[in-house]
């Protein structure tokens, strides 16, 4: 089991920043992978950045250049610094921590989301 405990999101204007948080209740190095996800009203869940095999990142087209993810190992912590936001980065931005236990058996777990707007 892994528990993850999400922070930041908010309100912001177009062009602003604002960070997000996920501790996580286990070691970072016991899981396959961990990032962030977003959902908008609508529409289906997706991929925003995350760490994959180790230290590798994984970001969406829409979000490089914007956005950023960082990890402390140490507090088993990820952040999503996101930056020049746009309307359409409104969503309930999600946290996952992924074990592969085989080449097909996967478990996922998520945090409790966190609602980002961004007011044009």
């Known amino acids: 089991q892994v528990q993850l405990v999400e922070s930041g999101g908010g309100l912001v204007q177009a062009g602003g920043s604002l960070r997000l948080s996920c501790a996580a209740s286990?070691?970072?190095?016991?899981?396959?992978?961990m990032g962030w996800y977003r959902q908008a009203p609508g529409k289906q869940r997706e991929l925003v950045a995350a760490f994959t095999s180790g230290s590798v990142t994984n970001y969406a087209d829409s979000v490089k250049g914007r956005f950023s993810i960082s990890r402390d190992t140490a507090k088993n912590t990820v952040y999503l610094q996101m930056n020049s936001l746009k309307p359409e980065d409104t969503a309930v931005y999600y946290c996952?921590?992924?074990?592969?236990?085989?080449?097909?058996?996967?478990?996922?777990?998520w945090g409790q989301g966190t609602q980002v707007t961004v007011s044009s």
């Open positions: 996952n921590a992924r074990i592969v236990d085989t080449a097909i058996t996967t478990r996922d777990y």
């Open positions: 286990r070691s970072m190095f016991s899981l396959n992978a």
